[in-house]
């Protein structure tokens, strides 16, 4: 749990010390996903905007800006920089599936960090596929932390939308199942703390977006 602590927050120790006494999660994401075709009608890639939290974009932006004003993108390179690359050992928390066959995907492309003007901070990035594949059979993909130290969320408005899509392509969200109330019971600090290496709580949790082309 450290490791991860140091992966995804950067501002891991003072992070670590203030969100120690509550349950899980500790970091809110709100997701909005695209997902990208190529002129050939195959899908390359998912467009990923991570807004984090309030308490997480404070520590991401202290110390940065000028005069009070929101750090530049310039300026919050470096992290951005540190995010993805720490993230690639999870995934990117980027789960994709075509059928039942597991996607692979690449390194992340054009990454960017910004904080707008309540310094609220999002994370952007494009997800390569290792290799596109043909729309023609379900493509779908969920964005969730196994260990549900970071909580994940399709935005409301606009949660998943399709770039360059051929016509009649379409997109849905299933929604997780409630948690049973054996699940809930589990929801403590030292239930995460003691997880297998392996465990997969955060799936039981995730949205599932699935895309569909005639």
Known sequence: MKLKIQAILLLLMTAAGIGAA???PHV?????????????????????????DE????YAVQGLG??????????????AKTNVESLAEFDFFTY??????????????????????????TLRFFLPLEKPVAAKKPF??????????????????????LA????GCSVSLVEPAPLLATDNQKLSEAFFQNMSPGADFGIKLATRAIVACP
């Open 164 to 167: 360059g899509a051929p016509n």
């Open 140 to 161: 779908s993909f969920q964005v969730y932390d196994p260990t549900y130290f970071v909580s994940f969320g399709f935005e409301k408005k606009d949660p998943v939308t």
């Open 96 to 121: 994709a599936k075509r059928n039942s066959a597991k996607l692979a995907f690449k390194q992340p492309e054009n990454v960017t960090l910004e904080a707008n003007d309540k310094k609220i901070v």
């Open 55 to 58: 308490m997480y974009s404070a």
């Open 28 to 52: 809110w994401v709100a997701v909005r996903s695209e997902v990208v075709f190529a002129p050939d009608g195959k899908i390359t890639g998912v467009r990923h905007a991570w807004e984090f």
């Open 66 to 79: 000028k005069d009070g004003k929101p750090p530049t993108r310039e300026e919050l390179a470096p992290l």
């Open 22 to 24: 509550a349950a899980h």
